[in-house]
């Protein structure tokens, strides 16, 4: 296999230009939208690229030729590129790594090296758009990735940027860069931001993203958490290489992919990962990843989990968004990866029985994927947990709904509520205001002629889309949480309503309180 290529790279002033002529081209996200129709956008999405080819072919506009170019693989003439990029011009593209020429001449071919395309950073921090420059895909190269490939942004990293908390922060840490948006996103609000990777051309690119878009990163290779020994950072975000791939598949020719494969044995990897960032973790830090985690025969995966959170010593909430059966696994990871029966049979079914077989051998019937968020306690606070599935449909960006939960358990841990499942009751609760989050909305159901509701429930529009069916009494607690009477002041006025002890309706409305709080479908009053 031949060499891959050298990631881009440019002096200032071609960066500024290049960064010019994308911008004055009108390739970007909206520019981009308006070169497709809905049918080339979801085909794009499957990876799919002939409906787009089409119809950026059939326009003459400069951002239809670095459609073709750059996010498609259609080759362009040196003319077409020098009027998409008139300040850089087709000779500085390929001084600068971006593209190859077939010749000088105007007419001649000029391919991309690169995927380069529009990016849209939309979270909690705001708005903003960048270029992001990448090894092009299987989709537009239609060759198996190399194992040093350095991914683009996928449906992963989104998941990830989405789910980060992005209040500002003093200094972030990157685990795992790749081609560096996770840095870019958190030097929007974090002061310093350090990112690392194991690959010497990941970190290239990401340096290269970086400059075009005017940030500063501080890029440092090696694996994982060895670049920051001793150092403590207020946020951690990672997508880690966290697949599970067995020695096997490795020596039935599967090769070892850089961006996923960190070749650690099952698990490990992940489990490793989340106990030892809390070393870096200063008080308050937060670390969000992204991961999988075995489930294996006789044995619960939140048990399992649960021990990887015991160890770290911090907050832990991990959320199981979807499981895969052992076949299913194999198949999505030879498919990452660019192998395909039809064009080597003998080394796909050797790598997929080598997974199926590896599986069998240790017990594991099933892999979890989903997200995990840690958070340092403030000292002299014993450490939260919590282990759920949550397969629904949720809605991004998730980074301000955890945001609010870890605040409010750290507002409930400053009072003394204990959690759900420690002794006592969360009376200091009574003391206290709360109102109701803005995206809840309360559902009735009742049959024909009916006087009252056979079902209700509390409905969380954002967030992780829960729903909860309180009592009546709950309900009714939760309609009156304004924000104007204390929640003890309800409990009374229920009380009183109902003829009942104020203590049995505070025993059903305090605990129902807390849960709904650390739900996040009540908030305590500003």
Do not use: K
Not at 432 to 440: G, Q
């Amino acid at each position: 296999m031949d060499p891959s290529p050298a990631p881009p790279s440019g002096t200032d002033a071609e960066l500024a230009a290049l960064r010019a002529d994308l911008a004055g081209a009108g390739f970007t996200v909206a520019g981009v939208a308006e070169l497709l129709d809905d049918v080339a956008a979801a085909a794009l999405h499957r990876e799919q690229r002939v409906p787009a080819l089409r119809l950026a072919r059939a326009r003459r506009q400069p951002a239809a030729t670095l459609a073709r170019l750059f996010m498609l693989g259609d080759d362009v003439t040196r003319a077409e590129l020098d009027a998409a990029l008139p300040g850089l011009g087709a000779s500085g593209a390929v001084r600068a790594g971006l593209a190859t020429a077939a010749g000088a001449g105007a007419d001649d071919a000029v391919r991309a090296a690169v995927d380069l395309r529009p990016y849209a950073a939309a979270d909690a921090a705001g708005a903003a758009e960048w270029w992001l420059a990448s090894d092009p895909g299987e989709a537009t190269t239609g060759v198996p990735l190399r194992p040093d490939h350095v991914l683009g942004v996928g449906g992963a990293s989104l998941t990830l940027a989405q789910l980060t908390v992005r209040d500002p922060r003093r200094r972030a840490l990157d685990l795992g860069t790749g081609c560096g948006v996770q840095a870019l996103h958190a030097a929007r609000h974090s002061e310093q931001v350090v990112a690392t990777d194991v690959s010497e051309r990941a970190l290239r690119f990401a340096a290269f993203n970086a400059a075009l878009a005017g940030e500063r990163l501080d890029l440092r290779g090696g694996s994982l958490l060895e670049p920051v020994a001793g150092e403590t950072f207020d946020l951690v975000v990672s997508n880690p290489p966290f697949v599970i791939t067995p020695p096997a598949a490795y020596e039935a020719g599967l090769p070892v992919m850089e961006y996923r494969d960190a070749a650690r044995g099952g698990d490990v990897l992940v489990r490793d990962l989340v106990a030892g960032v809390g070393a870096h973790l200063a008080p308050g830090g937060v670390a969000q990843m992204l991961g999988n985690w075995e489930h294996h025969a006789g044995e619960g995966w939140d048990e399992r989990v649960l021990g990887w959170l015991d160890r770290s010593g911090l907050d832990g909430w991990v959320i199981q968004r979807e499981v895969l059966d052992p076949a299913e696994y194999a198949e999505l990871w030879l498919r990452d990866g660019g192998l395909r029966p039809e064009r080597d049979r003998a080394t796909y079914e050797a790598a997929y029985a080598a997974w199926l077989a590896d599986f069998e051998a240790r017990g594991v019937d099933g892999v979890g994927l989903g997200y995990v968020v840690l958070h340092r306690p403030p000292a002299g606070r014993a450490p939260w947990r919590r282990v759920e599935e949550v397969t629904g449909p949720v809605r991004q960006p998730l980074g301000p709904h955890v945001a609010q939960v870890l605040a409010t358990r750290d507002w409930l841990a400053g009072l003394g509520v204990p959690g759900a499942d420690e002794p006592g009751t969360p009376a200091a609760l009574g003391d206290h205001r709360l109102v109701v989050a803005p995206d809840v909305t309360e559902e009735r159901y009742l049959t024909p002629g009916a006087a009252d509701p056979q079902v209700l429930q509390l409905r969380q529009g954002g967030g992780l889309g829960r729903v909860v069916r309180p009592g009546s009494v709950v309900a009714g607690a939760v309609g009156a949480c304004d924000g104007e009477l204390t929640l003890g002041q309800i409990v009374a006025g229920l009380a009183g309503l109902l003829g009942v002890p104020a203590e049995d309706v505070a025993a059903e409305v305090l605990p129902a309180a807390r849960d709904l709080l650390v739900d996040g479908l009540l908030h305590p009053a500003p």
